[in-house]
């Protein structure tokens, strides 16, 4: 998987950005988890879990983990396997020490009950 935000310069662009506009990117980028071409909903896989690589180690992203459990219970199956392909490269991109017991839990919970 290549990462979205790999480069420093990146990844220090995505930690200055406005909180508003960090919260209104996180919002609306699950509504694309739904979408009928596999291909953005890999893209989206990738961005979530580059977001999550930096903010999950600085803990700037609690409810990621209970947003993914929620979409993974989702009626439509590609919502599901798009969320189950997100957990994976989350945890391909960080060590599992960076998230926190609930956090861990949540992502278990929808591997688990899927």
């Known amino acids: 998987m290549k990462k979205i935000l ?3 310069n990146e990844k220090q662009k995505w930690i200055n950005l406005r909180p ?3 919260k209104l990117i996180r919002d609306n980028i699950f509504s694309t988890l739904n979408s009928p071409i596999k291909l953005i909903r890999n893209s989206v896989s990738m961005v979530i879990s580059s977001i999550a690589a930096i ?3 600085l803990k ?3 409810e990621l983990s209970f947003t993914l ?3 993974s219970q989702n009626h439509d199956m590609n919502v599901v396997m798009t ?3 997100t957990i994976q490269y989350i945890f391909q991109e960080i060590k599992v020490n960076y998230v926190g017991q609930n ?3 949540h992502f278990f919970s929808a ?3 899927n």
């Open 83 to 85: 969320t189950l392909t």
């Open 111 to 113: 591997v688990n009950d």
């Open 69 to 71: 459990l929620n979409t």
């Open 55 to 57: 903010d999950l180690p």
């Open 60 to 62: 700037r992203w609690p």
């Open 20 to 22: 508003e506009d960090v």
């Open 103 to 105: 956090e861990l839990g």
């Open 6 to 8: 790999s480069s420093d």
